[in-house]
Structures are given as structure tokens and as C-alpha cells.
């Protein structure tokens, strides 16, 4: 009966493709050593049961996964995607024979995109754990007779929890909310470790190109770009840093790469990888500099990072690669501009995501709780390090104990 519900209640590409998605599934969950103890250590104490929760993250096997362990842990679950370029529909067929319901198709336009949120929200959700805060954002502007049903929302990235922030500073933030992108377990390990990469990977895969003496521009330098700097250069590839922030930049230089403006940093790179995690990094004002063949990917949020727009008519010269003709120039784009490692490849690796999601989980566990007030939150440091802990102890790694006399000379200003 519950499978038949979700089925009436979903918005999906094809239910026929379940099969396929179950399979994507159980390799994720062959592999996802913590959150599988997790669930047995911790979501399974009953806090989560009868609660609604929302989840609005990249829709593939991962997401699913973890959607899988809120449901048996008693959550009621609705999902739907943060970008429709990166939902496989699949994962969506999997998740609604699962009995969950789900609201989202891979390309599905952005009304539609906008629709499938909105018919989430209408789910009057008491938990939601999201990215980019795309449906937090859409529930405060759109539905905001339903804000008051928010027990809390978990953010996933650095763009989402900008964004709570900003609804912070307005007053409109009256629900609790967790920075989960701020967890050491996530992006000290998620955004180089995974985003770092999975983005080569993806770029050369779609491209066939080798990365050995490339020249590289990496627009932005917090975790994901540094990730992607030290994966270029682990390739082969010479890197070259774009970065706002004058801290960033120094750290960039120290770190042994060249720093240099936007413009310049163009004139001689093959590849062009934005990770800003905002919008406009590089736009048709800089398309002048841009290097014959040069290849352009995004590994931040928005697929807004570069304005394909701008660039002209497109032709598609690979699955997944596009040649724009700018200035007697060949510029191409991969996968129109969206996040090149999902919506070009299969995202972070599963024992990465293993990581980032037990954040995700022991965060919506905590807000079901109660006990968070609103407003926006770190994630508990005791919550940090015993998934820490735990991932360790499935690589087999026992770590010595602080000694009586480590521990009083930490907390006593005498000693």
C-alpha cells in the first residue's frame, strides 16, 4: 500500500527504470560503512519516527540511500533534487518503490524544477535537510504559512548556509538550522577530498584530454578549489589561482601556486574550473581572453558560475561537450554549465558522502530532538568526532587516550 501511495503521490521520469536504480543503490550501501552503523547506533532510537522530513539534495544513489535510512527509522520521506541536471531518474523509480515519495526529473525546466519544490513544501515538511537551501528559501517566499511547521533545517554547502545566513540578518530565520557544510566530517573531507576529485575525473572523461603540463585556472580557493588545485597539479597540470579574498590568495601563493586577476589568469588556460560557490565568476566580459580550445567547468553551486548565455549559438561536438565560436575562438562548455562532477559523472565518492551524510543524519536526529532553538547553528563538535570515530574504527585505526596529566594541563591555567 505505501509503495502504490508514494507511486500516486510522486512526480517521476519513469517508473520502469527501478530496477537500475536499485542497483546504484545497493552498491551505495555496500559501502557506506558509518552511516550503516549510524542507523543501528542512532537513528534507530525512535526520535525520528512519525516526523516529516524533507530531503533536497543532488537525487542519485547516495541521496537515495540516506532518504532509505530516514524511512526506516520511521521519518515520513519526501525527496526531490537541487538541480534537475544532476537528478537520475533512475534513483527517483528506486526511491518511489520504496515507498517514498518523490518530485523530480532529470531537465526538467525551471518552472518545473521550481513545481516539484513547491509540491514538497505542500507536504507541510517538519525537518528538512537541503542544498543550497533551495527549498528553505522557496517555503519562506512562497509558502510561508508553512514556516511555522519547521522543527529545522541541515544545509549541505557553503551557498545554502550563506544564504540562511542572509534570511538571519533579515529576521526571517525563526526556525533552527545547522551549518552541516561546516562540519569538520564534511568539508574538510567532501569538498577537496570528493569535489576534488571526482570534478578531474569528470572533466577527463567528457573530454578525452590528457591533464599532463595543462595549464589550469581555478576560480576560487576555499575547499573545493583547493581540492581541485591539488589534484590538477597531481596530474600533471600547472595551476594558476583566481581568488577575492586577499587571505585565500595569499594561502594559494604560499601553497606554491600562481595567483594572478581573472583576465590574466585566462590568457594561457586550457582548462577554467569555477568554484566560488556564487554566481558570475566568469562572464562575457572576460570572454575576450579566453584561449583558443580553452575548456570551461563549473564545480561550484549554481550552473550560474559561467554565463553560457552570453557565450552564443552552441554545437555539441561530445556527449556532454559544447563549442561556442567566441571571436574566431573555440570555447567549450561541459554539461551546459552544471555541476560538471554530478551532472557529468556520479558526484563525491560513496565513502566521501558516507562522511558528509552521517552529518546530514545525526543533524536532522538532533533537530528532531527539540532541543535546538532557533536560529543558525554549528554542528556539535561531540556529534563531529564520534563519526570521526567511527569511521576509523571500520579502517581497523584505535587512537591513543589524553592522559590525566594532558587533560589537566588543557584546563588549568596553573598548570
Known amino acids: 500500500m505505501a509503495v502504490t501511495d508514494a507511486a500516486a503521490r510522486s512526480r517521476i521520469t519513469d517508473p520502469g527504470l527501478a530496477e537500475d536504480g536499485e542497483r546504484r543503490i545497493e552498491w551505495v550501501q555496500r559501502h557506506s560503512h558509518v552511516l550503516n552503523r549510524l542507523a543501528r547506533n542512532r537513528l534507530s532510537d525512535g526520535t525520528l519516527r512519525g516526523k516529516r522530513v524533507a530531503v533536497v539534495v543532488h537525487l542519485e544513489a547516495k541521496t537515495a540511500y540516506l532518504a532509505t535510512l530516514l524511512a526506516e527509522a520511521g521519518a515520513e520521506v519526501v525527496a526531490a533534487g537541487s538541480n534537475a541536471l544532476s537528478t537520475q531518474d533512475a534513483v527517483c523509480a528506486a526511491l518511489v518503490r520504496r515507498g517514498i515519495e518523490v518530485h523530480a526529473r532529470h531537465g526538467a525546466s525551471p ?38 511547521r519547521l522543527e529545522g533545517v541541515t544545509e549541505e554547502t557553503t551557498t545554502g548556509v550563506g544564504r540562511l545566513r542572509a534570511l538571519q540578518d533579515a529576521g526571517l530565520l525563526t526556525f533552527p538550522a545547522i551549518a552541516a557544510n561546516n562540519a569538520r566530517c564534511k568539508h574538510m573531507f567532501d569538498n577537496p577530498y570528493g569535489t576534488g576529485q571526482t570534478t578531474l575525473t569528470a572533466i577527463l572523461r567528457l573530454t578525452n584530454l590528457s591533464a599532463a603540463g595543462k595549464r589550469f585556472c581555478i576560480v576560487g580557493y576555499g575547499w573545493v578549489g583547493q581540492g581541485l588545485a591539488r589534484r590538477a597539479q597531481g596530474y600533471g597540470g600547472r595551476v594558476t589561482v583566481v581568488e577575492l579574498d586577499p587571505v585565500q590568495a595569499l594561502r594559494a601563493h604560499m601553497d606554491g601556486y600562481r595567483v594572478a586577476a581573472l583576465a590574466d589568469a585566462l590568457t594561457d588556460a586550457d582548462f577554467v574550473i569555477t568554484a566560488t560557490g556564487r554566481i558570475a565568476a566568469v562572464t562575457a566580459d572576460v570572454f575576450p581572453q579566453l584561449k583558443d580550445g580553452v575548456v570551461l567547468a563549473n564545480a561550484g553551486h549554481h550552473n550560474r558560475e559561467i554565463d553560457v548565455g552570453a557565450l552564443g549559438a552552441p554545437t555539441e561536438v561530445r556527449p556532454g561537450v559544447t563549442r561556442y565560436d567566441v571571436g574566431g575562438r573555440r570555447v567549450y562548455v561541459l554539461v551546459d554549465g552544471a555541476l560538471v562532477n554530478i551532472a557529468g559523472g556520479d558526484g563525491n565518492p560513496v565513502e566521501i558522502m558516507d562522511l558528509s551524510f552521517s552529518v546530514q543524519a545525526l543533524s536532522a536526529h538532533y533537530l528532531a530532538s527539540g532541543v535546538v532553538p532557533a536560529g543558525l547553528h554549528a554542528f556539535p563538535d561531540e556529534l563531529d568526532r564520534e563519526i570521526a570515530r567511527t569511521k576509523l574504527a571500520t579502517l581497523g585505526i584505535e587512537l591513543d587516550k589524553e592522559s590525566e596529566a594532558q587533560r589537566r594541563f588543557a584546563e588549568e591555567w596553573q598548570t
Open 111 to 148: 518552472e518545473e524544477f521550481t513545481a516539484d519544490l513547491l509540491d514538497v513544501a505542500a507536504t507541510g515538511p517538519q525537518i528538512v535537510i537541503d542544498d543550497g537551501a533551495e527549498l528553505t528559501r522557496r517555503i519562506v517566499e512562497h509558502r510561508p504559512d508553512l514556516v511555522a
